[in-house]
């Protein structure tokens, strides 16, 4: 659906996105994260044909975006961090021009009904959009991205500027929209990414540093997995009970939690499930588990060390 090859865009010596490569599938729904400055913008702006790449292609739906950009532009929807609107114009007749300016084929009146149903903007249609609050704005925005049904949706950060009852409701409106739409999301809010996305992209320094299903991104950093346990019964039976089953690198009384229980933090190898092993381990020994949970970093630990790491590297390389 989306091909992105060796893309790199330089202003002067500065290579903003740095030979990056990267496939979205069709109904994927990819997180783009990055600290501020790391290239998340400049990329899709790329990918949107918006603007131009020093070197490498964009691919989208089988056609290169600067070979043919009207094609390209067709199948995709953006919506920018600060949408581009006529402030002046109703929000009725904002979308009316951008349907016309897009050249939509659906039926306009009732495509219009729809999206603006979708994005919960019905009841303010006939309002001027400088009399918006920003969160509306921003709906409006959103908004103009589904004119047309295009199969890509391009967000950067779309829950800028929203109450957390908005965000819940763009959130929802999103993973919908997953199910028909290819769709690149962008946020600085971790927890959104890893609550919506399908798979996680990190970028730091215009590079790739992580890409990744969600719930495999803290494994792959790491190296292997974590499993919290809360155990009723003796230590020395928990341990002897844990350590002969196959796959545990480490196994960490933490504390005691009550008289007879006490917490432990299990390390095992990436690429395994060694939860059925340890309830039954810990079953026949007489024990009990009263609490097994993911011990594995949070998605914002994951970030957070991605981009230091790589910081680390750019520092001891010279480079800015």
Do not use: W
Request: proline share 3%; glycine share 8%; with cysteine.
């Amino acid at each position: 659906m989306v091909e992105v090859k060796n893309l790199t865009k330089r202003y002067g010596n500065t290579a903003v996105v740095d030979d990056i490569s990267f496939n979205v599938d069709s109904g994927e729904i990819l997180g783009f994260l990055g600290p501020n400055g790391a290239g998340k913008s400049t990329t899709m702006n790329m990918i949107t044909g918006y603007i131009s790449s020093s070197s490498g292609t964009v691919t989208v739906n089988g056609a290169e975006v600067l070979d043919n950009p009207k094609k390209v532009k067709s199948n995709v929807g953006y919506l920018p961090e600060i949408p581009p609107l006529y402030v002046d114009m109703t929000v009725r007749k904002y979308l009316e021009f951008m349907f016309d300016l897009k050249k939509v084929k659906l039926p306009k009146k009732e495509h219009i009904s729809e999206v603006m149903r979708l994005v919960k903007i019905s009841d303010v249609s006939e309002r001027i959009i400088k009399h918006l609050s920003k969160g509306y704005r921003q709906r409006v925005g959103f908004a103009q991205a589904l004119l047309g049904n295009p199969p890509i949706l391009i967000l950067d950060e779309p829950t800028v500027g929203l109450d957390p009852q908005q965000i819940i409701e763009m959130r929802t409106l999103i993973r919908q929209l997953g199910k028909k739409h290819t769709v690149i999301f962008s946020s600085h809010v971790l927890s959104e990414v890893s609550a919506i996305c399908d798979r996680i992209i990190v970028i730091s320094n215009g590079k790739i540093v992580a890409d990744e299903k969600t719930e495999n991104l803290s494994s792959s950093i790491s190296g292997e997995q974590k499993l919290r346990l809360d155990i009723e019964g003796s230590s020395s039976t928990v341990l002897d009970a844990l350590k002969i089953i196959p796959g545990i690198i480490k196994i960490r009384k933490q504390h005691d939690i009550g008289e007879k229980t006490s917490r432990y933090l299990i390390e095992y190898k990436n690429g395994i499930d060694v939860r059925r092993d340890v309830f039954k381990a810990i079953a026949n020994s007489g024990c009990v588990i009263l609490d097994m949970q993911n011990g594995n970093e949070t998605l914002e630990d994951s970030f957070l060390k991605l981009v230091s790491q790589d910081q680390t590297k750019v520092i001891a390389g010279g480079v800015r």
